[in-house]
Every structure is written in C-alpha cells, then in structure tokens.
Nanobody
Framework: QVQLVESGGGSVRTGGSLRLSCAVSGSVVNLKCMGWFRQAAGNEREAVALISPTDSNPYYADSVKGRFTISRDNAEKRLFLQMDSLQPEDTAMYFC?????????????????WGQGTQVTVSA
C-alpha cells in the first residue's frame, strides 16, 4: 500500500518562498507520474506541477511557470515543490499525488494515490 504524506506548508507574505515535501511509503516501483495539485476554497482541484520518473520535461501550470520547481528523489522516495515569488492567488490546500500508469495527465481523477494535503496561505 502506497502512502503519501505532505509537509512544508505554512503562511508567508507576498513574494516569499516555501518548499513542500512529500514522503512516499510503501512500494514505489509502480509509481509513474507524480505531481502537486492544489485546491482553493470554492475551486476545483487543479494540477500545479507534474513530473515523470525520469524527470524529463516537467509540466507546470501557466500560473506558476518560472516561480515553482518540481523535483523528485526516487532513491529517498520524496517529491518536492519549491515555490518562490508566492502570490495571494497561490493560497490553497496543496496535495501530493501519484499515478500507477504511464503518462503525466492533468485531471485529478487520473491519480491513484493522494496525500492529506498541506495548507499554503499567502498574505498581501
């Protein structure tokens, strides 16, 4: 059984930085794409950044390109999201997710495993 546990959320001012971490327990052999999603109050969950097992050509939502960086450490079974130049519109619950099938798809329904989420709040 795969379990994902996020950490690193918090409250920052506009322009600040946070680094989210996702620890993976259980077998990672069958984990393909991993990624970060976020859900703001009243909004649908959306893909923020996705990364394949080979780290080639990560996907970033247009709203975070140039500010967020996703990375994964397969040996340590961790996924990271470095968030810089944070803006109030980045305020949301952030979720780590993993998919057992090949392909970094954007719909949340394509992901098999989810963490419990970590809150990120950015104030003006």
């Amino acid at each position: 059984q795969v379990q994902l546990v996020e950490s690193g959320g918090g409250s920052v001012r506009t322009g600040g930085s946070l680094r989210l971490s996702c620890a993976v327990s259980g077998s990672v052999v069958n984990l393909k794409c991993m990624g970060w999603f976020r859900q703001a109050a009243g909004n649908e969950r959306e893909a923020v950044a996705l990364i394949s097992p080979t780290d080639s050509n990560p996907y970033y939502a247009d709203s975070v390109k140039g500010r967020f960086t996703i990375s994964r450490d397969n040996a340590e079974k961790r996924l990271f999201l470095q968030m810089d130049s944070l803006q109030p519109e980045d305020t949301a619950m952030y979720f780590c997710a993993a998919r057992a099938l090949v392909g970094c798809l954007r719909p949340p329904g394509a992901y098999d495993y989810w963490g419990q989420g970590t809150q990120v709040t950015v104030s003006a």
